[in-house]
């Protein structure tokens, strides 16, 4: 059994023991990788802060453009270098953030690898400043550079590489072979064929052998474009030999045992088929799993009542009783006060009983004593209106109740599904360790937030399960 793994029962996958990951010195990168929108930005955070509160020197490097890390750290901003946490560490630990800047990471490759005056003119080039800042797949290149060169400087004894969302997120590992793919492929070898033949035998190359690719790729590109490709092309001829040697050296890294790959997920049915996806590809290149975790996960202190039961208690408050009624006549309650329903009666006029409050009312006229009479008959009215507020104060607690029983009974239903989803993946990936985050009643907006996430990721269950 791996580090950072807790065994458990057959029917139970097993739980994934963060703080032991954390804990060993032997892991110096982890990478958590995950949809969209499951929480990979909070998770890497909160791990940060654990990590560095556990004694380890960590930096945690975001990708995802989302402002959140620096929001909830407490730094104005993020940028391409790892500024200190304050407040955050404990025994040695201390605790960097920083945000990859493409554009950035990719001007200080070409400054520490290329001359000054070939340096100035790759970027000043207006095909190297569109690459820089957007091209296909370079985030990712670039993302493997930072991790490279954070790993180099051996400032730090853990990294937690937060990735972008969705498929993308494992797209930084195609990154050397794609990079390799268009630094091999015909078409740099093409554009790059003048400046290593040189002089004016490259140019009377250019001009015979290749006029018609030219021409093609003149009217497909324009003229301008395709002079600023040839350009870059052939000053960054020395450096395609260094991208590819260190792309390949990052790959290996992330493959090697010290490095831990975290599935971040929802307990949702389309972010567990992510997860499976992303569990299925690491396997397949053979990259190192701690395990899964699962955010937002919702639990209850009082699971013992299902939501069938909840429900029809519900119903039972709300129908007026009948299930506990003897009489088994619905709206009518057979404990209600004797005082409340006799008003309700009333005396029919002419009979006995109203000719005998009347001659009691003419008696009362003439009578002395009548005045003590009004005053009983005054205290049986303030009881029975008594009575009546105590019925209506009754009525109004079972509303409440009933309402509260089936906000339980959705819970328990959200638990239920969440389970059989969860369920679902672990039946699929038995082996793939489990940490389940209890959801919190807000978002994550600080330094107490993500210590709190971090407290639910080391649980590995949540709150009431």
């Known amino acids: 059994m791996s580090e950072g793994v807790d065994t458990v029962g057959l029917d139970t996958p097993p739980r994934l023991a963060v703080d032991r990951l954390l804990d060993d010195r032997k892991t110096r990168i982890i990478v958590c990788c995950g949809s969209g929108g499951v929480g990979k930005t909070t998770t890497a955070a909160a791990l940060g802060v654990r990590a560095a509160g556990r004694g380890r020197k960590a930096v945690v490097l975001t990708i995802d453009p989302a402002r959140r890390l620096a929001q909830s750290m407490g730094i104005d901003s993020l940028d391409n270098t790892p500024r200190r946490v304050d407040s955050v560490g404990a025994d040695g630990g201390e605790l960097h953030a920083m945000m990859l800047d493409m554009k950035r990471t990719f001007d200080e490759i070409v400054e520490a690898h290329a001359d000054g005056e070939r340096a100035r003119a790759i970027l000043a080039n207006p095909f190297y400043q569109s690459l820089s800042a957007g091209f296909a797949g370079t985030q990712e290149y670039m993302a493997m550079e930072k991790l490279g060169q954070l790993r180099a400087r051996d400032d730090w004894d853990l990294i937690i590489v937060d990735t972008p969302p969705s498929r993308s997120a494992l797209d930084f590992l195609d990154a050397p072979k794609r990079l390799g793919s268009f630094l091999d492929g015909k078409f740099i070898r093409v554009l790059m064929a003048p400046a290593k033949v040189g002089g004016r035998a490259g140019m009377k190359f250019l001009n015979v052998g290749m006029s018609m690719m030219t021409g093609t790729l003149s009217k497909l590109m324009g003229a301008s474009l395709l002079k600023d490709v040839q350009t870059f092309v052939a000053a960054m001829d020395t450096m395609f030999g260094g991208f590819r040697t260190r792309a390949d050296a990052t790959f290996r890294l992330l493959q090697a045992p010290g490095t831990a790959f975290l599935v971040v997920a929802a307990p949702e049915p389309d972010a567990l088929r992510e997860a499976a996806y992303f569990v299925d590809r690491l396997a397949s290149e053979s990259m190192p799993l701690a395990g899964l975790v699962l955010n937002r996960v919702h639990g209850s202190g009082a699971d013992g009542l299902s939501a069938e039961r909840a429900l029809a208690a519900a119903e039972n408050l709300e129908e007026g009783c009948i299930v506990d009624q003897e009489s088994g006549k619905a709206g009518l309650r057979d404990t209600?006060?004797?005082?409340?329903?006799?008003?309700?009666?009333?005396?029919?006029?002419?009979?006995?009983?109203?000719?005998?409050?009347?001659?009691?009312?003419?008696?009362?006229?003439?009578?002395?004593?009548?005045?003590?009479?009004?005053?009983?008959?005054?205290?049986?009215?303030?009881?029975?209106?008594?009575?009546?507020?105590?019925?209506?104060?009754?009525?109004?607690?079972?509303?409440?109740?009933?309402?509260?029983?089936?906000?339980?009974?959705?819970?328990?239903?959200?638990?239920?599904?969440?389970?059989?989803?969860?369920?679902?993946f672990t039946s699929l990936h038995p082996e793939v360790a489990v940490a389940e985050v209890a959801a919190l009643p807000g978002d994550v907006h600080d330094l107490a937030g993500l210590r709190a996430i971090g407290e639910r990721l080391a649980a590995g269950v949540p709150a009431g399960a």
């Not at 006995?352 to 001659?359: G, I, L, V």
Request: without cysteine; glycine residues 8%; charged residues 35%.
């Open 336 to 424: 209600a006060p004797e005082a409340v329903r006799a008003p309700a009666e009333g005396p029919e006029t002419g009979s006995p009983s109203a000719e005998s409050d009347t001659a009691e009312v003419g008696e009362d006229r003439h009578d002395p004593r009548s005045g003590a009479r009004n005053e009983d008959r005054h205290e049986a009215r303030t009881a029975g209106g008594s009575a009546a507020e105590t019925a209506d104060d009754a009525i109004t607690v079972d509303v409440i109740t009933a309402g509260l029983l089936r906000l339980h009974a959705e819970r328990m239903q959200v638990i239920a599904r969440e389970r059989r989803t969860r369920d679902r």
